[in-house]
Nanobody
């Protein structure tokens, strides 16, 4: 069983930056592909980015390419999401998720483990 705990959310002005962290416990960290998803108010949860168990490849949704960067630190069992040039439309609850395989997926249903979410609010 994998437990995931996100941190790093907050309120930031448009154009600013935040770094989200997701600390994982249980299991072998490198065996799990990790993903970040987000859910804006009144909208369905959507895929943002994923990273394979080895650290590559990664896959980003088009709206965050060039602005967000995912990385993972096996020594700390932590995955990070560096978010730069934030826009008001990035406002959402961000969720970290893990799959029972090292290969990435864009599909939410394929992720077995989820964190509690962290709020990111970008003001205009």
């Amino acid at each position: 069983q994998v437990q995931l705990v996100e941190s790093g959310g907050g309120l930031v002005q448009a154009g600013g930056s935040l770094r989200l962290s997701c600390a994982a416990s249980g299991g072998t960290f490198s065996s799990y592909a990790m993903g970040w998803f987000r859910q804006a108010p009144g909208k369905e949860r959507e895929f943002v980015v994923a990273i394979a168990g080895s650290g590559a490849p990664t896959y980003y949704t088009d709206s965050v390419k060039g602005r967000f960067t995912i990385s993972r630190n096996s020594a700390k069992n932590t995955v990070y999401l560096q978010m730069n040039s934030l826009k008001p439309e990035d406002t959402a609850v961000y969720y970290c998720a893990a799959r029972d395989t090292r290969w990435i997926s864009l599909q939410q249903y394929s992720y077995a483990y989820w964190g509690q979410g962290t709020q990111v609010t970008v003001s205009s």
